[in-house]
C-alpha cells in the first residue's frame, strides 16, 4: 500500500438549499490510508453532511473533494454512483435497508452492483453474509426473515454487514451503534476493526459515543475544524 490520502479536503463549503449560511467551511483535511478515524461533534454541526459529501450521494459545492485520488466533482451522478459501490462501504444512520428483500438478500447487494466487491470474497456472498452476520449476534433463524420484521437494533447490524461485503477500500459509518446494547456494541466494533485491519481500509466513523473514541488511531472535533461551526 501506497501512503497516498484516501481523502483530500480543500476549501469546502456546503450550503443546504434555501439555508442562509453555510453548514460545512472545511478549509483543509486529509486521512490517510489504514487510518481509523473517529468524527465526533454536537447535533447539527454538519458531521452526517459531512459524510455524504465524501460518499458523492451530494456534490460539492465550493472546494475540492478527493478519494483515492479522484476528484468527485468530475464524475457525473452515475459515476459517483458506480465508484460508491466499488470503493465504499456506507452504514447510514437511517439504515436503508430494502424493505422487500430478506437480511441475506440485504447483505449481498454490494456485490451486485460492484464485481469488484465481489471478487474480492473468499466464499459465494450468500455464506460470507451469513457469516458476517453471525459474527454480529444476528440469530440464524432471522437471515431468511424479510428485513422489516427486526428490531432496530437487528437491522442495524444489517446495515453493518452490508458494508463490509467485499472489503471496500473505505468505510464509513455514521452513527452505526447508537441501538445496539453493550454486548452487541462490542460485537459490532470488534468486527469492525478487524475487518478494516484485513482489508487495510479506512475507517471513518461518526459518533456521539464517548466510549468509543480510545479504540480510534485519531479524532477530529468537527466543530473545530469547521469554520462555519460556531454558528450552529
Known amino acids: 500500500m501506497t501512503n497516498q490520502p484516501v481523502v483530500t479536503l480543500s476549501e469546502l463549503k456546503y450550503t443546504w438549499p434555501n439555508a442562509q449560511q453555510a453548514i460545512l467551511d472545511i478549509p483543509a483535511l486529509t ?10 461533534g454536537p447535533s447539527g454541526c454538519g458531521k452526517s453532511t459531512l459524510l455524504s459529501l465524501l460518499t458523492g450521494i451530494n456534490e460539492c459545492q465550493q472546494g475540492r473533494i478527493e ?5 468527485l466533482s468530475q464524475l457525473s451522478a452515475r459515476q459517483r454512483d458506480k465508484f460508491r459501490a466499488d ?12 424493505p422487500y428483500l430478506n437480511v441475506v438478500d440485504n447483505v449481498v447487494l454490494p456485490c451486485q452492483f460492484s464485481t469488484q466487491r465481489q471478487t474480492k470474497l473468499t466464499d459465494t456472498p450468500s455464506n460470507t453474509a451469513r457469516l458476517l452476520l453471525e ?5 440464524p433463524d432471522l437471515l431468511d426473515k424479510p428485513v422489516v420484521e427486526l428490531s432496530i437494533g437487528q437491522q442495524q447490524r444489517v446495515a453493518a454487514a452490508r458494508a463490509l461485503m467485499g472489503s471496500p477500500r473505505i468505510v464509513i459509518a455514521d452513527e452505526p451503534t447508537s441501538a445496539l446494547d453493550h454486548d452487541n456494541r462490542t460485537a459490532f466494533i470488534e468486527l469492525l476493526m478487524e475487518q478494516a485491519n484485513q482489508a487495510q481500509s479506512t475507517l471513518i466513523f461518526v459518533s456521539h459515543d464517548p466510549t468509543l473514541e480510545p479504540l480510534f488511531n485519531r479524532s477530529i472535533n468537527l466543530r473545530d475544524l469547521n469554520q462555519a461551526g460556531a454558528a450552529q
Open 67 to 71: 478519494i483515492l485520488g479522484t476528484d
Open 87 to 98: 470503493n465504499i462501504g456506507y452504514i447510514f444512520q437511517q439504515f436503508n435497508l430494502l
Open 135 to 139: 459474527r454480529l449476534h444476528l440469530s
Open 31 to 40: 486521512i490517510e490510508q489504514g487510518e481509523h478515524v473517529f468524527i465526533k
